[in-house]
């Protein structure tokens, strides 16, 4: 099956026309002004903090200067790009002397969060190569009940993106959907420019970026905020316990947003009647030994993941269930990325781990030492930036009522997440959590949970993730279509947060 293409230039692509000769000019040739402004404007920014303002008590000189990186780490971020500026956002941390270069490495590269990252890209690679998850999502879509039935199958194929997107991430869902619903229009008779094409692509989308927040499994921005709050309150928070609330609060929003397509946007589904289900089943070939060992090996993981909350409803298994507990998410990952690559079937790794690295995204991988490492340096006394934060936000915060302070604290997120990096605005935690713990009958354990999930919901605009850039960055859908129903999701799953999801955590964890 063809891949589709996502209208996204090669990175790096630039051309210029010379305004004089009307020749076109090699990028080599001629640096951009607007990008040597940007990295003027961020010198700037990081000169000013770091040498130029006072300090402002009890922020420390050296907290100026990390607060100078993180704001022109910030600029570049939006308007350069992620990957340089996240490898020398944490150099420049360690020329502030907030901390020791061990300390600093401690918390950016050696924090549990980045392998992890690594692991979640190679396993999902494993994962497509295979065809596994191709496979998945035809098997929904020919079950024998669909055939002729244009509005199950419709269901059905949403239905298999959200249950493959609980263990894998958006990105490589949104493409290898997107080729899938291609092939489909092609069979049945739609055409780029339908209505029908319009809806179904931005479709995918919006359902596989909502379903990133039901568990934790290859979303590493949920087990980031699992790192914060071990950090901050001593609680270890299991794969378990943090589902069995959101995929609650997944129910809800798959619900929501089938009603939406089915009596907002109203497809004309009608030629889906001539989807030949058999001529797909008879195509597909037999599961590979690849495919098998690939399923073998995470399925083995997800037991991992959720065998301490398992083992520990068994009398005598207890002390198990502990050790299991302390292995958390990154060893059996990486565990299981190794045994993947070990295997050989035909002289042939399952996992090619060199193949597989030039599809990491690696700039993600830089933006989250960066990020964890801007949480570590934030609550440092030696930089007094979290001790300013409580001293001057927390009063005008603290006498809100505690359902009003939980209300705009999700809306500020989702709000965020949808115009800057999900990465950065899991980051927030460490800004709005310490002001909750002095709001009284504020759960922030609760609160914390709640942003992890709502981290995940960049639904309205490109910029929110990557996955965001391609649903319409790929020619299906116009943006001002993603941003009509986008911003309705995201107010959809604004409520769940409030109403659903934050309750439960609160009742679960207690404070």
Request: proline content about 6%; some cysteine; hydrophobic content about 50%.
């Amino acid at each position: 099956m063809r891949l589709i293409e996502c209208g996204l230039p090669p990175s790096g692509f630039m051309k210029g026309v010379d305004a004089v000769e009307g020749k076109a000019v090699s990028p080599s040739t001629r640096t951009d002004p607007r990008y040597i402004a940007k990295i003027a404007m961020a010198l700037v920014i990081y000169v000013l903090f770091q040498f130029v303002l006072p300090p402002a008590p009890p922020i420390t000189r050296e907290g100026m200067g990390v607060l100078g990186v993180f704001l022109s780490t910030i600029f570049l971020w939006v308007t350069v790009g992620t990957g340089w500026a996240s490898l020398l956002c944490v150099g420049m941390y360690g020329l502030t002397g907030v901390t020791s270069a061990s300390g600093l490495f401690s918390a950016t590269w050696g924090n549990v969060m980045v392998p992890f990252v690594v692991a979640c890209f190679l396993l999902n690679n494993a994962m497509a190569e295979t065809g596994l998850t191709h496979r998945f999502a035809l098997w929904f879509i020919t079950r024998p009940g669909c055939k002729g039935r244009p509005w199950r199958i419709m269901f059905m194929f949403f239905l298999s993106i959200t249950l493959i997107t609980l263990v894998s991430t958006s990105s490589p869902i949104v493409i290898m959907y997107m080729a899938i619903a291609e092939e489909i229009f092609i069979s049945c008779g739609y055409e780029k420019g339908d209505k029908f094409s319009k809806i179904v692509m931005i479709s995918i989308f919006f359902v596989c970026q909502g379903a990133m927040c039901n568990t934790p499994i290859s979303h590493v921005l949920i087990p980031m905020i699992f790192e914060y709050i071990y950090q901050d309150f001593g609680i270890v928070i299991t794969t378990f316990q943090y589902s069995k609330v959101f995929m609650l609060y997944g129910i809800y929003y798959f619900a929501a947003f089938w009603l939406i397509f089915r009596y907002l946007m109203k497809p004309d589904v009608s030629k889906l009647v001539n989807l030949d289900a058999e001529k797909i089943r008879a195509e597909q070939k037999p599961m590979s030994r690849e495919e098998r060992v690939v399923l073998a090996v995470f399925m083995t993981l997800v037991f991992f993941w959720l065998a301490p909350d398992l083992l520990a409803l068994i009398p005598g298994l207890e002390t198990i269930s502990t050790g299991m507990s302390r292995l958390g998410q990154g060893i059996p990952a990486l565990v299981a990325v190794g045994v993947l690559a070990s295997v050989k079937l035909g002289g042939k790794p399952v996992l090619d781990i060199n193949a597989a690295n030039k599809k990491v995204i690696w700039n993600t991988v830089y933006m989250m030492a960066a990020v964890m490492g801007t949480g570590y340096l934030f609550g440092l006394d030696s930089s007094g930036i979290k001790q300013f934060l409580l001293e001057n936000i927390g009063p005008m915060m603290i006498g809100l009522p505690p359902s009003i302070f939980v209300f705009v604290a999700l809306l500020g997120i989702i709000i965020m997440t949808s115009f800057l990096s999900n990465t950065l605005s899991a980051a927030m935690y460490t800004v709005i959590i310490p002001i909750a713990q002095m709001v009284s009958d504020v759960n922030p354990i609760a609160l914390g949970l709640c942003i992890a999930a709502a981290v995940n919901i960049a639904d309205a605009l490109p910029s929110g993730s990557p996955a965001a850039s391609m649903a319409s960055g790929s020619g299906w859908t116009p943006v001002s279509y993603q941003i009509k129903y986008g911003f309705l999701l995201a107010l959809i799953s604004l409520a769940g947060f409030y109403f659903i999801a934050y309750p439960l955590c609160s009742t679960m964890f207690p404070v």
